[in-house]
């Protein structure tokens, strides 16, 4: 059974620009939830999403934006990119809906530098 | 607000010694769910463990063991006889019943097993 996938796994752009992210689920799995892992911030919480809706949002700014698909991929997108937002993004996927004891499994997530 | 604390930043030991990584959590939530992730050089995070705060049954799963506290709010991993494909960042996290799937992780251990 294949894992999460997460394209493309590395990435550079330059600030001001906008990129979007791609991720495959388990198959089976109708959650999926994005991350930001920074050397700073650690890992954080991006958003959540479950059936083609948003469930669960972190502390980001707008730029900020994801959807789902209905078949469950997910993409997400970040614009106006900021040096800041340099970070390995991380996909996670899950069988259920928005409940704390889902066990979410993670791709090898997509390195965006910004330059 | 929930909060995961892993004071040990980088601990290096010799294969075959036992280490201990020390995980310390805060919730106001009477239900909540406890993980251990695994995250090698190559990125993805691994999925190890889940406790939940109702079920303090300790367990050992061949060499990984963990204790779970509610009393200290803690949850400590342990391997016995590391070994070198041990060596990895190893991130313990909490979701809480009133905050769905959304994972709040510690700032992670980096473990380095030496031959």
């Known amino acids: 059974k294949a894992g999460v996938t997460q394209t493309p796994r590395y990435l550079i752009k330059t600030r001001g620009q906008q990129v979007t992210l791609s991720c495959s689920p388990i198959s089976g799995h109708r959650s999926v939830s994005w991350y930001q892992q920074t050397p700073g911030q650690g890992l954080q919480f991006l958003f959540e999403y479950f059936s083609e809706t948003q469930r669960n949002k972190g502390n980001f700014p707008g730029r900020f934006s994801g959807r789902q698909f209905s078949n469950s991929r997910s993409e997400m997108n970040v614009s106006t990119l900021e040096l800041g937002d340099s970070a390995l993004y991380l996909c996670a996927s899950s069988f259920g809906g928005s409940v704390a004891k889902n066990i979410q499994y993670f791709g090898a997530g997509t390195r965006l530098s910004v330059l | 607000a929930q909060k995961v604390t892993q004071a040990q930043t980088e601990i290096s030991v010799v294969e075959k010694e036992d280490v201990t990584l020390d995980c310390v959590y805060e919730?106001?939530?009477?239900?909540?769910?406890l993980f251990w992730y695994k995250q090698p050089p190559s990125g993805e995070l691994v999925f190890l463990i889940r406790r939940n705060s109702f079920d303090e049954q300790n367990e050992i799963s061949g060499r990984y063991s963990w204790n779970f506290q509610k009393s200290t709010s803690s949850f400590n991993f342990t391997i016995t006889a590391s070994q070198v494909v041990d060596s990895a960042v190893y991130f313990c996290?909490?979701?809480?019943?009133?905050?769905?799937?959304?994972?709040?992780f510690g700032e992670g251990t980096q473990l380095t097993v030496n031959p």
């Open positions: 996290a909490l979701s809480e019943e009133t905050s769905g799937s959304r994972l709040t």
């Open positions: 919730t106001r939530d009477t239900t909540y769910y």
